[in-house]
């Protein structure tokens, strides 16, 4: 009869333990407000250079939908909005890792056609990029779905070694959106 109730314990512990390890991980991503920023991700490739860092590059393609889903899907016109500008992040590991993060702060993006913006040029960190951004139709409850197209370099992509990586989108009142991405790695 012990024999069955310590079978049976075993995995109950194993369980237990389980979902010990991952509450620091949901109180993270609770505090981030990453339900708001829907992200999905077409192309993911970095390239790592020879040389004394920065000198990498990465070419992302993603569509992404503003929901605002901690604010109640109330809309804030300036904020809500990319076209004044946002941050991208990529770290290896899943979301909410704890790992350096590379980080791009895309400027405001000028309108150079019907729902499409652009920026060239370089950013705050030093890194040369070419965005551009596209507003998609947008579906009920949300503040704007966006396609984006972004190239950057040099950039110090060395922590990105192995998938998954943490590809992180923050709208300028803080909304964040992470996927955790399989991304193609050059070395």
């Not at 040369?128 to 409850?141: G, V």
């Amino acid at each position: 009869m012990k024999i069955h109730s310590f079978t049976l314990a075993k995995p109950v512990a194993i369980a237990a333990l389980g979902a010990l390890l991952l509450v620091p991980l949901g109180r993270g991503v609770a505090r981030a407000e990453g339900s708001d920023v829907t992200v999905t991700l077409s192309k993911l490739d970095i390239t790592h250079g020879v040389g004394a860092e920065p000198v990498d590059q990465y070419d992302l393609v993603a569509n992404f939908n503003n929901t605002e889903a901690s604010e109640g899907g109330k809309c804030e016109r300036s904020s809500d909005v990319p076209i004044n500008g946002f941050v991208v992040s990529l770290q290896e590991g899943a979301c909410g890792t704890t790992t350096a993060a590379a980080t791009v702060t895309v400027p405001p993006l000028p309108k150079i056609g019907k729902n499409q913006y652009k920026f060239e040029g370089v950013t705050k960190e030093g890194v040369m990029i070419d965005a551009t951004l596209t507003r998609l139709t947008t579906p009920k409850k949300s503040c704007g779905n966006w396609h984006l197209v972004l190239d950057a370099t040099p950039i110090d992509l060395s922590n990105i070694q192995t998938n998954p990586v943490a590809t992180s989108l923050t709208l300028p009142d803080g909304s964040l959106g992470c996927l955790s991405a399989t991304a193609a790695i050059d070395r």
